[in-house]
């Protein structure tokens, strides 16, 4: 459901540049798009900067967190390649740092909605 709800949003995205591009065709894989997002980690407010090329995640970049230092860093190391590698947030969060990773996967879903 979430690999839908991601590439419908990054679809209604490109549609929308193509839209204000004044009926010229977007570049072959689109222009590369950034976006930011938060999302609630354990210690705190998660935020990243995702960067979308067409309909493909090329990057996500955690810019700031309050997570446990040793704790989270498997999931901040982990989370971002792993979305990166699916082109979706329907990623596995890592054992030991459960709320790191789903507040890294919040704050990416909130950057990918910000495009509607």
């Not at 991601?6 to 679809?11: A, D, K, Q, R």
């Not at 354990?42 to 970049?61: H, W, Y």
């Not at 989270?72 to 792993?82: K, R």
């Amino acid at each position: 459901m979430k690999k839908f709800l991601v590439i419908l949003l990054t679809l209604a995205m490109a549609m929308s540049l193509a839209a204000c591009g004044g009926g010229e065709e977007p570049a072959e894989g689109g222009e590369p798009v950034v976006l930011t997002g938060v999302g609630e980690g354990f210690g705190g407010d998660i935020t990243v900067e995702v960067t979308l090329e067409g309909e493909t995640i090329t990057n996500v970049e955690i810019l700031e967190h309050s997570e446990s230092e040793g704790i989270s860093d498997p999931a901040i190391e982990e989370i971002p390649a792993a979305i990166v590698e699916a082109n979706s947030t329907d990623v596995d969060t890592v054992s030991g740092a459960t709320y790191s990773s789903e507040g890294i996967i919040a704050a990416v879903n909130a950057a990918l909605e910000s495009a509607e």
